[in-house]
Structures are given as C-alpha cells and as structure tokens.
C-alpha cells in the first residue's frame, strides 16, 4: 500500500510539473513538442478544443491498446497519469505564459516535460500516448534506448505541425526542444553512469592495480594477453571508473609506468556493484 501511495504521488507530481511545461511554455509559444501532446497543441489551433481535454480523447484508443499489451494494473496507473495530465493541463493554461520568447519557452518548456515524462515511468506508468508505443516498441527492441525513441517519433510530429503553423522558426525550436527532451529523459531514467573503461598494458601490471585499488576503490581485473611481436605472456590490467576517475587513472598509470601502453574508451551504461542494479526495471 505504501509503495502504491508513493507511486500515485509521484504520478501527480510529475503529471503538475509536465503540465507546467506545455501549459505555461511550450503550448502558447505555438511549439508542438512532439508525441500526443504535440498532436493535441496541433488539433487545439485547428478545431478550438483545450489542450488539456484534446490530450485526454486521443489518449482514449492508446489507452485500449496498452490494456491489451500490459494488463490492467499497469495501465490503472497509466489512465490516472492521463487524466492528471489533461487536468493539470487545462488548470495552467488559465495562466499567462510565464515567457514569450520561444527559445526559452523551447528550453525550459523541454526540460519539464522530459522531467515529468521520466519520473511518470519510474513510478510504474506512463503518460500516455507515444509513451505506450514507446513502451511496446521497448518490449521489442530493448537495446533501444527510450529517449531515441521518443526522438524519431516526435520528429514526424513536428514536422506535420509545420504544415499548420507554417512558420520555419516555430518548427525549428520545436526541433530542439525534442532533441533537449530525448537528452534529459535519458539522464532522468539511466542516470549519468557513463564512464571510461581503459585497458593498461604495462611490465609492472601489478603495482598499477594496487594504486587503482588503494586510491580510487576501483575494481580492476586481468585479463591473460600476449604480445604480438615479443610473442610474450602478459596480464593487461582492464579497470572501469566514472568519467571524473579517468584523468587520475591516468596519472597513476604515469607514475608508475610511463613506458604503459593505454586504451581508453567510453562505457555508456555500467550495471554491477556501485553503478546500476542488474534488477532495477529496464525502463
């Protein structure tokens, strides 16, 4: 009961601060976001119907299909996100927009609505939409990450919106507050656990991954290696740490060898002890 409470709070949370973004930024700047919100700011200039109340009757049919593929306790929580959205919606457009000029409105109207997405889909559910065919394209395709997603369908919707608005700067910032959305909701579900993984090949491979362990608290491991002219056995010292680590992983690597051969390379997603759970829901 506890964790559903928790769940339910953190949907109305996320549904005010989304809300916020389209409402009192994105929305009266004439900026389709992409996703249903963008089709329903689209409709909302077309035929004069909220926002808010639009976003909920396209959401009607997504609705069906994600009771189909995720069953009802899912999209339980999916229905109230939707309908707190529409509602928040409609309450904030009441309001002046808090900016007129559409680069700010992109930017901040963006970082909201990323937010809010993320925090929605931690909680279990989604805020409707492309959000549930990201979901169902997720079951397929997991190696894709979500923001990706989010980006190329959002792309298309922008691109109808120019056919309304016809105007290239409005669909140009919309552009960017999709690509700052994909950006954000990444950072929001995976976290910032990139990290550098380098490869040290060196004749004193020990007396660097005692410094590593001694200094950074940083796992190492060799590996068993052989060099291709000298035809000799050797352990290459393979460590993994945060980006912040990498330029002192270098140093100590400079101390103790500087004759050390180095590969350094990006690990954009770590999961183990002290990065990312091996449990935690694939999001």
């Known amino acids: 009961?506890?964790?559903?409470?928790?769940?339910?709070?953190?949907?109305?949370?996320?549904?005010?601060v989304y809300a916020a973004g389209i409402s009192l930024f994105l929305d009266p700047n004439n900026l389709a976001p992409g996703g249903v919100t963008g089709i329903s700011?689209?409709?909302?200039?077309?035929?004069?119907?909220?926002?808010?109340?639009?976003?909920?009757?396209?959401?009607?049919?997504?609705?069906?299909?994600?009771?189909w593929k995720f069953g009802v306790r899912f999209m339980a929580k999916t229905a109230f996100s939707i309908v707190c959205t529409s509602t928040f919606t409609n309450i904030f457009s009441q309001f002046d927009p808090l900016t007129r000029d559409p680069l700010l409105a992109a930017v901040a109207g963006s970082v909201l609505v990323s937010v809010g997405i993320g925090y929605v889909f931690k909680a279990g559910a989604t805020t409707g939409g492309t959000d549930i065919l990201v979901k169902i394209m997720r079951l397929k395709h997991p190696h894709l990450k979500t923001g990706f997603l989010f980006l190329?369908?959002?792309?298309?919707?922008?691109?109808?919106?120019?056919l309304v608005f016809r105007d290239m700067d409005i669909i140009l910032y919309a552009l960017m507050a999709v690509m700052i959305i994909g950006k954000v909701l990444d950072y929001v579900l995976y976290g910032s656990d990139e990290a550098r993984m380098v490869f040290i090949i060196s004749t004193k491979p020990h007396k660097i991954a005692e410094r590593l362990l001694e200094d950074l608290d940083t796992g190492v491991t060799y590996i068993k290696g052989s060099g291709g002219y000298s035809l000799r056995d050797t352990e290459i010292v393979m460590c993994v740490g945060r980006k912040q680590q990498a330029p002192r992983i270098e140093e100590i690597v400079k101390q103790e060898d500087p004759e050390a051969f180095m590969i350094?390379?990006?690990?954009?997603?770590?999961?183990?002890?002290?990065?990312?759970?091996?449990f935690s829901e694939r999001l």
Not at 1 to 12: F, G, H, N, Y
Not at 153 to 160: A, L
Not at 264 to 278: D, H, M, N, Q, R
Request: glycine content about 8%.
């Open 1 to 16: 009961m506890k964790k559903t409470i928790k769940q339910l709070l953190t949907i109305v949370a996320a549904a005010v």
């Open 152 to 162: 190329m369908t959002d792309f298309c919707i922008v691109c109808f919106s120019g």
């Open 264 to 278: 350094v390379t990006s690990a954009t997603e770590i999961l183990g002890e002290g990065y990312k759970s091996f």
């Open 41 to 67: 700011v689209i409709f909302n200039r077309l035929i004069h119907i909220p926002t808010g109340t639009m976003y909920f009757l396209i959401n009607l049919p997504l609705m069906l299909l994600g009771l």
